[in-house]
């Protein structure tokens, strides 16, 4: 990925903390026959040789069977992301751009063929995402239905050997600029762009 110094992250617990909050993943993979790609949302586990991707996908994707260890794959991670205009700016000449903030993490996945592990992995996600005592479980399952969900699935798990994150936010204008962009897209008043007015204030400051 092309990262000027302007965007580049270096910030160890910054690259953790994004992939984190945003753990829908791509996941890429190279086969013989070319490139392979899946979507899918990942649990980001500390281990003392560092961070490992875990995740699974459906045993009907082939996807996993590329994942035998020996091939390189990359984890590509999305932040909040908008257009910006050069309206926005306090100085000008400029043109149009787009904003956004991104991690790839490449590493070496590894299919998981392990019961226990897998419904280990299904309990995390869900728990995850479901809120209160009253949340969704996979235990409400009837073990039939819970076996094949099990079955129906393979796990994987990426140790991660190298990051590459870019934030490009506006860090190569003035304060000024970067408020003015702020300010401009929660003008445009949606989800996305409020999004990434939250992160630039985070992350860029000038707001």
């Known amino acids: 990925m092309y990262i000027p110094e302007s965007f580049k992250v270096d910030d160890q617990a910054k690259v953790e903390a994004f992939l984190e909050r945003y753990d829908f993943a791509t996941i890429v993979s190279s086969a013989t026959n070319g490139i392979v790609a899946t979507h899918v949302p990942v649990v980001v586990r500390r281990t003392p040789t560092g961070l490992v991707l875990v995740g699974h996908v459906a045993r009907a994707n082939s996807h996993w069977e590329l994942m035998n260890g020996a091939g390189e794959s990359l984890a590509i991670f999305h932040g909040p992301h908008g257009y910006v205009s050069p309206t926005w700016y306090a100085s000008g000449p400029a043109v149009p751009t787009w904003n956004y903030a991104t991690v790839h993490a490449y590493g070496n996945p590894l299919a998981v063929h392990d019961v226990a592990f897998t419904q280990d992995l299904l309990r995390e996600l869900v728990l995850r ?60 008043q949606s989800a996305e762009a409020n999004a990434l007015a939250a992160f630039m204030r985070s992350h860029a400051g000038g707001g």
């Open 129 to 188: 995402y479901e809120n209160g005592e009253n949340g969704w479980r996979v235990e409400d399952l009837p073990p039939h239905i819970s076996q094949g969900l099990v079955s129906a699935v393979v796990a994987f798990e990426m140790p991660v050997h190298r990051f590459e994150t870019k934030f490009k936010l506006g860090q190569n204008r003035s304060a000024e600029d970067r408020a003015g962009t702020i300010a401009g897209l929660e003008r445009e």
